[in-house]
């Protein structure tokens, strides 16, 4: 089992500074990626951004320069540093990771976190 775990969230007012972080535990041998996605209310969940094992970052489009992800593979733990917030960043992120429990079965699965609330005030 691989259970993920986030932390992090809370409420800002906007032009604020938050950092989540998330950490992976459980039968692991190797997470391929790790990643945030935030969801509104009434939205879909959608990407926020993601980082792979060659610690390459991917952004959504709208969110690049205020937004920065990294991992920490030795504790196998994405962060995500969010600055100069605005009130529509408000949201549940939810981390997400694709990980490979076991060292003889190749098989990659996708695990959520619970989420953790970010709430931005104007």
């Known amino acids: 089992q691989v259970q993920l775990v986030e932390s992090g969230g809370g409420s800002v007012q906007a032009g604020g500074s938050l950092r989540l972080s998330c950490a992976a535990s459980?039968?692991?041998?190797?997470?391929?990626?790790m990643g945030w996605y935030r969801q509104a209310p009434g939205n879909q969940r959608d990407l926020v951004a993601e980082?792979?094992?060659?610690?390459?970052?991917n952004y959504a489009d709208t969110l690049k320069g205020r937004f920065i992800i990294s991992r920490d593979n030795a504790k196998n733990t994405v962060y995500l540093q969010m600055d100069t917030l605005k009130p529509e960043d408000t949201g549940v992120y939810y981390c997400?990771?694709?990980?490979?429990?076991?060292?003889?079965?190749?098989?990659?699965?996708?695990?959520w976190g619970q989420g953790t609330q970010v709430t931005v005030s104007s």
């Open positions: 997400n990771a694709a990980i490979q429990p076991y060292y003889r079965d190749n098989h990659v699965y996708n695990y």
């Open positions: 459980g039968t692991i041998f190797s997470v391929e990626r």
């Open positions: 980082i792979f094992s060659d610690d390459s970052p």
